[in-house]
């Protein structure tokens, strides 16, 4: 099996050359491209089309990593894209999930929960670090009236990352009915995806 191929957007060298290290460790994953800014991501990201793009939100000038990956995602809506940043507040996480953002990373998470989120993007799952990932599970226990109390746990849930499968275990259900389930919420909520489920219900619950 190919390695999983990754491009790094970050406007600092030290950022990009720490993590390229460190993801060199894992034999499934490879780094074949760089970037220090938007511009840069999308140039490389026609030559190249890596299976997964690892973020920063601020550059130092031009364009700023929500603009890129609206443009990344515009141009291929499939396009595995991971926030890797220090920036946590809930108004960063919305605009970058709802960019089209697959993951959202803070810089000090821990190699293996780097490790996962990658290769978990490339599954289709949505991976967020665990300070993000514990607030915003607060957050969403009630997110709105218009779903039942079963629909609020597992929108709560999806913010681990867990399949249709992992979902039905922790929750005692099948996976149909999780299914069923989703589908429900993406209808009341008006989206299509679990990244955008997920972002609908944060501003949602910002709006009270």
Do not use: C, W
């Amino acid at each position: 099996m190919n390695p999983i191929s990754v491009l790094l957007v970050d406007d600092h060298l030290v950022v990009r050359s720490g993590l390229k290290a460190l993801l060199g460790t894992q034999p499934d994953i490879q780094v074949v491209a760089e970037a220090a800014s938007g511009e840069e991501a999308l140039i490389q990201m026609e030559s190249l089309s890596p299976a997964v793009v690892v973020m920063d939100l601020a550059m130092g000038a031009g364009m700023d990593g929500i603009e890129a990956i609206k443009l990344l995602h515009r141009r291929n809506s499939r396009q595995a894209v991971l926030v890797f940043t220090t920036y946590d507040s809930d108004a960063d996480i919305v605009r970058a999930v709802d960019a089209g953002a697959m993951g959202y990373l803070l810089k000090d998470a821990a190699p293996e929960e780097i490790f996962a989120a990658i290769r978990g993007a490339v599954q289709g799952k949505s991976v967020m670090s665990a300070p993000v990932a514990s607030r915003l599970f607060q957050q969403l226990r009630n997110p709105d009236e218009i779903l039942t109390p079963r629909e609020a746990e597992l929108l709560s849930l999806l913010i681990e990352g867990l399949s249709n499968r992992e979902l039905g275990r922790r929750l005692f259900i099948s996976e149909a009915t999780v299914k069923t389930h989703l589908a429900h919420i993406y209808a009341k909520l008006g989206v299509e995806t679990r990244a955008a489920a997920i972002a609908t219900a944060i501003r949602r619950e910002g709006m009270r």
